[in-house]
């Protein structure tokens, strides 16, 4: 396992291991912040469908994450972790859960605002930035976007109500989800985080 220290990768001390299954959230936002973006390059390149590809990869972290004392590791926790999101890609493809993984709430963009978090600084912040973001998207990808996240509505229900194809409304989902993907960038642990009750 490795750890982001000074620009270099350093294995994780034995003291950060055991803190790490002990629920040492900032050990995780070490071993977070170092793999994701491989692990979502790994996951696109099975999948080659971004937005799923992120969520899938943050699915795995959230699944380590709640299961972390009890988790069995043969080797390293990147391999580990690299294995869980194959896995996970072989049985998107195989069960076709490209759909349901876009009408899914992802723990990265979840718009459903009466989650039962508990009320504090950092999320009410957070919600705002979220609210923020989406009321500066381009006028049609907000509607869009709206239509899928908000009112739950298929792509190809709202390809009915726009009049415009399918394909037009999944490039609009993923214009949104790219927008905010660089605007809260800076967030992303935090909403993992506070969405499993850390």
């Not at 629920?23 to 973006?37: K, N, P, Q, T």
């Not at 490209?98 to 459903?112: G, I, M, Q, R």
């Not at 869009?144 to 792509?155: E, G, K, N």
Request: glycine content about 4%; some cysteine.
């Amino acid at each position: 396992m490795f750890a982001v220290q000074k620009g270099t990768l350093q294995p994780l001390s034995e003291k950060q291991i055991h803190a790490l299954r002990a629920g040492d959230a900032s050990v995780f936002e070490e071993v977070f912040r170092l793999h994701y973006d491989s692990l979502c390059r790994y996951a696109f390149s099975l999948l080659n469908r971004q937005a799923e590809a992120e969520d899938l990869v943050q699915q795995v972290f959230v699944t380590y994450w709640e299961n972390r004392e009890k988790t069995i590791i043969s080797g390293s926790l990147k391999g580990y972790l690299f294995r869980s999101v194959h896995n996970r890609c072989l049985n998107s493809i195989k069960h076709d859960k490209v759909k349901a993984a876009y009408t899914d709430h992802s723990l990265f963009f979840e718009t459903n605002y009466h989650l039962e978090v508990e009320e504090n600084f950092q999320a009410e912040e957070l919600k705002g930035k979220i609210d923020e973001v989406i009321e500066n998207l381009p006028t049609e990808c907000q509607r869009v976007f709206r239509m899928s996240r908000i009112d739950q509505l298929r792509h190809k229900e709202i390809a009915e109500k726009l009049s415009i194809s399918v394909k037009t409304v999944e490039n609009q989902i993923g214009k949104a989800l790219k927008i905010m993907r660089t605007s809260l960038a800076d967030y992303l642990v935090s909403i993992i985080l506070i969405l499993l009750g850390s």
